[in-house]
Every structure is written in structure tokens, then in C-alpha cells.
């Protein structure tokens, strides 16, 4: 099942990469190479966090439930949860 | 001791009548101050961690693939993870199906060109400095950006005065990473200080450097700081290498370097042993090396590869074609300059036909067509001109440094009697100047070894709107005046050759000498007046702090110089007449 919905999100059109990567940076399903998915971890990790607060600081009642950004070169999504990030990276441009 | 005692008049009060109720606005509030502090210079160093591998638990080594993946095994195995995927993923592909239904992040309006914005004040901002770090100061004498990307900066030091370099001077140059302005990238060390230095356009590790002692050395990064290939000094110049350029050859490894000793010389940099050919500055074109001129500074453009320009001491600027077929044809032609050292050369980089020159007091453009005069000028400044160079992007805008520490931008478009922005970059003099390709930053030297990095506003650095036609007009205009004044002094002067004839010849003599000495004499004396007049009005401005209009003072010195060429040729007073 959770092979099905990994594998149905990395063939939608576009999606570059999948991962899923434990809150300690480990990576446990990855589409990409080692270092490169080492690095989303760490990064997408850190700005998860500081996404997560600043929603929690403005409104305690409330909670983040999905990050994109959006870069010239292509759309990196995360999705938190208490210990996993699932994180796909997409080119939207047709 | 009381000085002055003055009572109080009650009849003073009667002009004044007593308002009530007042009405004032009063703040309470805490009484601040703001200050600022700078503190001493701090010696950072940044460094990175790269992080290759994630924070594994301790019993899992992740070099073995086996532990890692019976870790991942036990990850997925577990129920959490199993509903969080399944969780995460549902809203994970609504979002992917949200972007591939419709781009939201598309360009709507790409027909729209950006509006320039051209109603800003020029302004240029220092960016960085990058000091000598040296103990004995020693003077930035050339500069030269890495051609690829210019993020890197050579800088050539040495001590230009005669024999008064210091003892223990180090003579080494350095490469500067504009990153880091605390620690230079790389030294260069020859045997004896470098006054030129540059990049090879064609490889960016290669680096040319003309010696104070008459010396070309060659550098490869890739080698390191000692030199590469060393001309022999027997075969080099004689005097200190005041010019070296790379030129466009196919292999990319010959330039060609003058000196003050009168010799322009090509070298190949994979045999430094000898150079390939010399040509002598002497332009009674007989190649006697006691006649020749010292040449200050070099100009090549690969676009003309056969001509090239030699800027000399005695003020004269030497065009010479090196394709001639005898050496004394390689000298084609010569313009009278300036009144001292050439300082700098370079053609527009726009219309090669028009190359700037800089020496004396004045900076000045001149056109191939028009050998007798320049066709543009700036006015006389208080300070001497050390160094210039063309903006690559805007046609009509160039760049000087004198030696009082300012740098001024000129935009001959804009305005011709004053640059358009003048700058005071430091207190000591400025020697060297250098625009990067894309015409926003400048780096200047100065005599105490600081380089600093300017950067230009977008105003100064972006073409105009019809900005070619308007610069190759004004130049063309200019050159069609200077061509029709040339005339009419050919022709005045022929016809005095002819009334000359025409007359008894000692009377014609003694006239001549009459009008000579009495020309001079008139002449010094509306130069000496000129000048006290300009330097009392330059107190007057000093201390009135109002700009005066400048307009004067160009008619004012072409006045003198006609003064003092008629003087000069000894005219007639009919001339004179003319003339006023």
C-alpha cells in the first residue's frame, strides 16, 4: 500500500524526486542519490521547524500542514508529520 | 568685569501684545541619543561543514549496507509510518494534481518591456577595500580582472619612484577573491616588483607581468606563485615596463610589453628567452635608440590587430602599424598629445576610431582622422590625471582617477564641462583604474596600496535609449570641426609663406622678431591674468560653497592655447586679428 502511493506520486507528471526521511535525517525511501537527499533532509528539516512555530506562534489553535516553495527551476513540497517529512520535488512548467 | 549692562525697557513691551490662552504642543517622553560605533577591523574566515550522511542511531554503522537496510526494513514495517505515509501522501498528490492542472506562477505579461528608469541621480557606492598587507605600503600600480566571471583581481604593486623603493620591500603582487578582501588568494612573487600585471583572455590561469626591472615574467595559478618563464635580462628592457598586453593569436601566448627605455617588444611566453621582434619609438622613423621616446602606456584592440598605440613621456601618442614591411614604416603617425607623460590609452570600445588619452591636467578624446588636434577635451583640473578607461557599455561615459583621490565619472552626453559624478575615494593618490566587463564595478588603486571596489548605478551602467547614435554623432561632429580648422590653418598659413616671399626679407625678419617677442610678452601676460583670475574664483566658490558656472573656463584655455601657438609660429598681427 505505502509502495502504491510512493510509487503513484513519483510517476504524476513532473515530480522529479520522492523522499521520506525520518526526523534524525535518515533517509528512508529516497528517488534520488544519498548526498542529495542527506542535504533536503537537513535543510527542508530545519525550515519545517521554523514554518511550523511561526503558524503555531500566530495562532496557537493552529498547525502547519503543508510547505511549498516555489523556486525559478522547480517546486519542492513537504509535507510534516510528528516524526516523517515526505518531501517531492515537481517542475510544474509544461 | 561687566563688558554691557543693558536694562530692561517697559516701552519695548508695548509692541508686543500678550496672546492667552497659548496653545503648545509639548512631548513627554524618554530622552534618547543615537550613536555609532565602528569597531577595529575583524579577521573573519568562513568555513563550511558538509553533512554527507544522516543522523543514524548509534547500532546502525552506516557504511554497511546490510545494517541500513534492515533499519529501513524495520522502519517501514512499523504502523506509524505507515499511516503517516498514507496521510501524507493524499495531500502530497492534491497538490501535485493543483500544479499540474494550472501553473499559477505563470508569466502573464511578458510583452511588457522593463521602463528604464532614467530620472536618478548617477551614484557610485563603495563595496570593498583591499588593503596591502604588506608593512611597507607600496603603490597599486595596475589592475586587471580575471577574465571569466570577474570574481578575481590582479593587482601589480611596486614603488614608482626613482630609486627611492624602500629597503625591505616585499615584491610581491596578489590575486584578490572579491569574497575575501582580508587574505589575498594568491602571491605572486618575482624577483623584482611587478608594474604591470595581466590575465590572459584566452586562459585564465596565465598571467603576464612587466617588471620594474625591465624583466616580462609569466605566471600559471595552476603552478603557483613562483614564475613561471622569466624573460632574459640581457634581451629585455632597460627601464621599468610600463605596458604589456596579451594579444589575439591563435595560441594564445603572445603579447607585447613597452618600457621607458624607447622599445616596444613581442614576446611568445613558451620561449621568454628572446623577443620575437622590436620596434624603436623614434619617430624621425631613423631607429636610433638615443632619439627614441620613453613609452608610458600600450593600446591594442583586437579588433584593428594590426595597428597598435604607444602613449610616450615626452606627451606625444605614436600610432604604428605592425604589419609594415621596414621597421621605419612601422611607425605610421603621430599626435602631439598632451604636455606631460601619457598616462593612459585606450580606444572606445564602441568606435575604435576615437581613443581617449590622459595626461598633464586634462583628459582628452581624439579621432584617428584628426592628427593636429583633439576633438574633445576636458577643462584643466586642479590635480594631475593618473589613469582612465571607457565604460564597456555605455559609449559616451568614461572613467578618470587623479591624483588628489578622486575618481570621475564622465558622461559626455549629459554634461561636457564637469564629470557627472565625482567621487572622493580616498586621501592619498590614485594611480590605476579598471572597469569590469559588465560596466558596474570599478576597481581603483592607490599610492598606499588600498584597492577599492566601487560599484556604479544602474544609470551609469546601462545603455540608453538611442545613446549609440547620439556618442557617434557628437563624435563625428566633433572630428568634422577639428578636420575644418585644420584646414583653415593650413590655408592661413600658406598664404604667410607666400606674403612672406613676396617681401623684403630682412624687413619681413625684423617684423617677425618684433611680433615674436611682443606676442610673448602679451601672451604670458593674459596667461598670467587667466590663471589669477581662475584661482581667485576658486576661493570666492570656496567660500561662497555655491557652484559657479564652469562655462568660461574651456573658452578661457583655448584662448591661451591660441595665444601661445601664435607666439609659437610667430604670425602676423593680421592673423591675430583674425583670430580675436
Same mark, same amino acid.
Given at each position: 500500500?505505502?509502495?502504491?502511493?510512493?510509487?503513484?506520486?513519483?510517476?504524476?507528471?513532473?515530480?522529479?524526486?520522492?523522499?521520506?526521511?525520518?526526523?534524525?535525517?535518515?533517509?528512508?525511501?529516497?528517488?534520488?542519490?544519498?548526498?542529495?537527499?542527506?542535504?533536503?533532509?537537513?535543510?527542508? $528539516?530545519?525550515?519545517?521547524?521554523?514554518?511550523?512555530?511561526?503558524?503555531?506562534?500566530?495562532?496557537?489553535?493552529?498547525?502547519?500542514?503543508?510547505?511549498?516553495?516555489?523556486?525559478?527551476? $522547480?517546486?519542492?513540497?513537504?509535507?510534516?508529520?510528528?516524526?516523517?517529512?515526505?518531501?517531492?520535488?515537481?517542475?510544474?512548467?509544461? | 568685569?561687566?563688558?554691557?549692562?543693558?536694562?530692561?525697557?517697559?516701552?519695548?513691551?508695548?509692541?508686543?501684545?500678550?496672546?492667552?490662552?497659548?496653545?503648545?504642543?509639548?512631548?513627554?517622553?524618554?530622552?534618547?541619543?543615537?550613536?555609532?560605533?565602528?569597531?577595529?577591523?575583524?579577521?573573519?574566515?568562513?568555513?563550511?561543514?558538509?553533512?554527507?550522511?544522516?543522523?543514524?542511531?548509534?547500532?546502525?554503522?552506516?557504511?554497511?549496507?546490510?545494517?541500513?537496510?534492515?533499519? =529501513?526494513?524495520?522502519?517501514?514495517?512499523?504502523?506509524?509510518?505507515?499511516?503517516?505515509?498514507?496521510?501524507?501522501?493524499?495531500?502530497?498528490?492534491?497538490?501535485?494534481?493543483?500544479?499540474?492542472?494550472?501553473?499559477?506562477?505563470?508569466?502573464? /505579461?511578458?510583452?511588457?518591456?522593463?521602463?528604464?528608469? *532614467?530620472?536618478?541621480?548617477?551614484?557610485?557606492?563603495?563595496?570593498?577595500?583591499?588593503?596591502?598587507?604588506?608593512?611597507?605600503?607600496?603603490?597599486?600600480?595596475?589592475?586587471?580582472?580575471?577574465?571569466?566571471?570577474? =570574481?578575481?583581481?590582479?593587482?601589480?604593486?611596486?614603488? %614608482?619612484? /626613482?630609486?627611492?623603493?624602500?629597503?625591505?620591500?616585499?615584491?610581491?603582487?596578489?590575486?584578490?577573491?572579491?569574497?575575501?578582501?582580508?587574505?589575498?588568494?594568491?602571491?605572486?612573487?618575482?624577483?623584482?616588483?611587478?608594474?604591470?600585471?595581466?590575465?590572459?583572455?584566452?586562459?585564465?590561469?596565465?598571467?603576464?607581468?612587466?617588471?620594474?626591472?625591465?624583466?616580462?615574467?609569466?605566471?600559471?595559478?595552476?603552478?603557483?606563485?613562483?614564475?613561471?618563464?622569466?624573460?632574459?635580462?640581457?634581451?629585455?628592457? =632597460?627601464?621599468?615596463?610600463?605596458?604589456?598586453?596579451?594579444?589575439?593569436?591563435?595560441?594564445?601566448?603572445?603579447?607585447?610589453?613597452?618600457?621607458?627605455?624607447?622599445?616596444? *617588444?613581442?614576446?611568445?611566453?613558451?620561449?621568454?628567452?628572446?623577443?620575437?621582434?622590436?620596434?624603436?619609438?623614434?619617430?624621425?622613423?631613423?631607429?636610433?635608440?638615443?632619439?627614441?621616446?620613453?613609452?608610458?602606456?600600450?593600446?591594442?584592440?583586437?579588433?584593428?590587430?594590426?595597428?597598435?598605440?604607444?602613449?610616450?613621456?615626452? &606627451?606625444?601618442?605614436?600610432?604604428?602599424?605592425?604589419?609594415?614591411?621596414?621597421?621605419?614604416?612601422?611607425?605610421?603617425?603621430?599626435?602631439?598629445?598632451?604636455?606631460?607623460?601619457?598616462?593612459?590609452?585606450? +580606444?572606445?570600445?564602441?568606435?575604435?576610431?576615437?581613443?581617449?588619452?590622459?595626461?598633464?591636467?586634462?583628459?582628452?578624446?581624439?579621432?584617428?582622422?584628426?592628427?593636429?588636434?583633439?576633438?574633445?577635451?576636458?577643462k584643466y583640473?586642479?590635480?594631475?590625471?593618473?589613469?582612465?578607461?571607457?565604460?564597456?557599455?555605455?559609449?559616451?561615459?568614461?572613467?578618470?582617477?587623479? *591624483?588628489?583621490?578622486?575618481?570621475?565619472?564622465?558622461?559626455?552626453?549629459?554634461?561636457?564641462?564637469?564629470?557627472?559624478?565625482?567621487?572622493?575615494?580616498?586621501?592619498?593618490?590614485?594611480?590605476?583604474?579598471?572597469?569590469?566587463?559588465?560596466?558596474?564595478?570599478?576597481?581603483?588603486?592607490?599610492?598606499?596600496?588600498?584597492?577599492?571596489?566601487?560599484?556604479?548605478?544602474?544609470?551609469?551602467?546601462?545603455?540608453?535609449?538611442?545613446?549609440?547614435?547620439?556618442?557617434?554623432?557628437?563624435?563625428?561632429?566633433?572630428?568634422?570641426?577639428?578636420?575644418?580648422?585644420?584646414?583653415?590653418? +593650413?590655408? *592661413?598659413?600658406?598664404?604667410?609663406?607666400?606674403?612672406?616671399? &613676396?617681401?623684403?626679407?630682412?624687413?619681413?625678419?625684423?617684423?617677425?622678431?618684433?611680433? %615674436?617677442?611682443a606676442l610673448v610678452s602679451k601672451a604670458e601676460e593674459e596667461f598670467f591674468d587667466i590663471i589669477f583670475a581662475e584661482l581667485k574664483k576658486k576661493e570666492a566658490?570656496?567660500?561662497?560653497?555655491?557652484?559657479m558656472?564652469?562655462q568660461p573656463s574651456p573658452e578661457e584655455d583655448q584662448a591661451v592655447e591660441e595665444g601661445e601657438e601664435a607666439a609659437?609660429? &610667430?604670425?602676423?598681427?593680421?592673423?591675430e586679428?583674425?583670430l580675436a
Amino acid at each position: 500500500e505505502v509502495e502504491e502511493t510512493l510509487k503513484r506520486i513519483q510517476s504524476h507528471k513532473g515530480v522529479i524526486g520522492t523522499m521520506v526521511v525520518n526526523a534524525e535525517g535518515i533517509p528512508i525511501r529516497t528517488t534520488l542519490d544519498n548526498s542529495t537527499t542527506v542535504q533536503y533532509a537537513g535543510l527542508l $528539516h530545519h525550515l519545517t521547524m521554523k514554518a511550523k512555530s511561526t503558524v503555531r506562534d500566530i495562532d496557537p489553535q493552529n498547525d502547519l500542514t503543508f510547505l511549498r516553495i516555489r523556486s525559478k527551476k $522547480h517546486e519542492i513540497m513537504v509535507a510534516p508529520d510528528k516524526e516523517y517529512l515526505l518531501i517531492v520535488i515537481q517542475n510544474p512548467c509544461e | 568685569k561687566l563688558n554691557i549692562d543693558i536694562m530692561p525697557n517697559p516701552e519695548l513691551a508695548e509692541q508686543f501684545v500678550e496672546r492667552n490662552p497659548v496653545d503648545t504642543g509639548i512631548q513627554c517622553s524618554v530622552s534618547m541619543s543615537e550613536h555609532e560605533a565602528n569597531t577595529e577591523r575583524f579577521e573573519m574566515e568562513t568555513r563550511g561543514v558538509n553533512h554527507v550522511e544522516g543522523g543514524w542511531p548509534k547500532d546502525v554503522n552506516p557504511l554497511e549496507l546490510e545494517q541500513t537496510i534492515r533499519f =529501513r526494513k524495520k522502519v517501514e514495517k512499523d504502523e506509524n509510518y505507515v499511516n503517516a505515509i498514507m496521510q501524507l501522501g493524499s495531500i502530497m498528490e492534491h497538490c501535485i494534481k493543483q500544479n499540474n492542472a494550472i501553473d499559477i506562477y505563470e508569466e502573464y /505579461f511578458n510583452d511588457e518591456e522593463a521602463e528604464e528608469v *532614467m530620472e536618478e541621480a548617477p551614484s557610485a557606492k563603495t563595496i570593498n577595500v583591499f588593503r596591502d598587507p604588506q608593512e611597507i605600503k607600496r603603490a597599486a600600480t595596475h589592475l586587471s580582472w580575471h577574465p571569466d566571471g570577474n =570574481r578575481k583581481l590582479a593587482v601589480a604593486y611596486s614603488c %614608482l619612484d /626613482f630609486q627611492r623603493a624602500p629597503v625591505g620591500m616585499s615584491s610581491d603582487s596578489y590575486i584578490w577573491d572579491l569574497e575575501n578582501p582580508n587574505k589575498p588568494e594568491l602571491a605572486l612573487k618575482p624577483s623584482s616588483p611587478l608594474v604591470t600585471l595581466e590575465f590572459n583572455p584566452k586562459d585564465s590561469h596565465v598571467l603576464l607581468g612587466g617588471c620594474y626591472n625591465g624583466q616580462i615574467a609569466c605566471w600559471d595559478t595552476r603552478k603557483g606563485s613562483l614564475v613561471a618563464e622569466l624573460s632574459t635580462i640581457e634581451f629585455s628592457h =632597460r627601464d621599468p615596463v610600463y605596458g604589456t598586453i596579451w594579444l589575439q593569436s591563435k595560441t594564445g601566448t603572445e603579447c607585447f610589453s613597452a618600457s621607458t627605455d624607447g622599445q616596444v *617588444m613581442w614576446w611568445d611566453i613558451r620561449k621568454m628567452s628572446e623577443p620575437t621582434e622590436v620596434v624603436i619609438m623614434d619617430i624621425t622613423k631613423k631607429e636610433q635608440l638615443e632619439n627614441a621616446l620613453g613609452a608610458i602606456s600600450l593600446e591594442f584592440e583586437s579588433t584593428l590587430p594590426t595597428k597598435f598605440m604607444v602613449g610616450t613621456e615626452q &606627451g606625444i601618442i605614436i600610432s604604428c602599424n605592425r604589419k609594415a614591411k621596414t621597421s621605419a614604416e612601422k611607425i605610421v603617425c603621430t599626435f602631439p598629445g598632451h604636455h606631460g607623460p601619457i598616462y593612459a590609452l585606450q +580606444r572606445n570600445p564602441f568606435y575604435p576610431k576615437n581613443f581617449l588619452t590622459v595626461g598633464d591636467w586634462t583628459a582628452r578624446i581624439w579621432s584617428e582622422d584628426s592628427r593636429e588636434s583633439c576633438i574633445m577635451w576636458t577643462k584643466y583640473h586642479m590635480a594631475y590625471l593618473t589613469d582612465a578607461a571607457w565604460s564597456p557599455i555605455r559609449p559616451a561615459v568614461f572613467f578618470t582617477t587623479k *591624483m588628489d583621490g578622486t575618481l570621475d565619472i564622465w558622461d559626455f552626453v549629459f554634461k561636457q564641462c564637469n564629470p557627472a559624478l565625482s567621487l572622493k575615494v580616498c586621501d592619498e593618490a590614485l594611480f590605476c583604474l579598471r572597469v569590469q566587463d559588465n560596466g558596474c564595478f570599478i576597481a581603483c588603486g592607490s599610492q598606499l596600496g588600498t584597492t577599492t571596489l566601487l560599484e556604479v548605478s544602474p544609470g551609469l551602467s546601462t545603455l540608453q535609449r538611442n545613446e549609440k547614435n547620439v556618442a557617434s554623432s557628437m563624435f563625428e561632429r566633433e572630428t568634422r570641426r577639428e578636420k575644418i580648422l585644420e584646414a583653415r590653418h +593650413r590655408e *592661413m598659413r600658406l598664404k604667410e609663406k607666400g606674403k612672406a616671399e &613676396g617681401r623684403d626679407e630682412e624687413q619681413t625678419d625684423e617684423d617677425l622678431d618684433i611680433d %615674436l617677442e611682443a606676442l610673448v610678452s602679451k601672451a604670458e601676460e593674459e596667461f598670467f591674468d587667466i590663471i589669477f583670475a581662475e584661482l581667485k574664483k576658486k576661493e570666492a566658490d570656496a567660500i561662497k560653497l555655491t557652484p559657479m558656472p564652469q562655462q568660461p573656463s574651456p573658452e578661457e584655455d583655448q584662448a591661451v592655447e591660441e595665444g601661445e601657438e601664435a607666439a609659437g609660429e &610667430g604670425k602676423s598681427e593680421e592673423v591675430e586679428e583674425d583670430l580675436a
